[in-house]
């Protein structure tokens, strides 16, 4: 039997960056709203980094999936702006890895909070939805 955790340990970690384009900001979801990051898509920055840290140790035919996310939006960040997240494996509990996530814009924190992801077997995860 494989142990999709063993490779995942307390400490790893990963860091992502992207440009806020106007796709990514609220004035694009809500047209009265100003053209600044949106926080659904600050979100999942921090997930995917999350993802990042821990799916290259992760068995083949295994990956992760977010199951929580617990996070303050800090700051609004302008179209243009390099924003950057960072996630770190702060705990290990069976088959859930929580994380420590934050994203940046500069040196100023705008977004800041924990995530969990779930390590699943691929395979079993699309049969259960009918998927190949």
Not at 4 to 17: C, D, F, W
Not at 19 to 24: G, L, N, Y
Request: charge should be negative; aromatic fraction near 6%.
């Amino acid at each position: 039997m494989i142990n999709p955790m063993g490779g995942i340990v307390l400490g790893l970690s990963a860091e992502r960056t992207e440009t806020v384009e106007r796709h990514m900001t609220v004035g694009h979801f809500v047209p009265e709203m100003p053209f600044v990051y949106a926080t659904p898509i600050m979100i999942l920055l921090m997930e995917m980094t999350s993802g990042d840290a821990i799916n290259p140790h992760l068995p083949q035919d295994f990956a992760s999936v977010g199951m929580e996310v617990n996070v303050r939006h800090l700051a609004a960040t302008p179209l243009g702006r390099l924003v950057r997240a960072t996630a770190k494996v702060i705990e290990v509990d069976g088959r859930r890895v929580n994380f420590e996530v934050a994203v940046y814009d500069g040196d100023r924190k705008i977004g800041e909070g924990t995530h969990r992801r779930g390590v699943i077997d691929t395979a079993q995860f699309k049969s259960r939805f009918g998927a190949d």
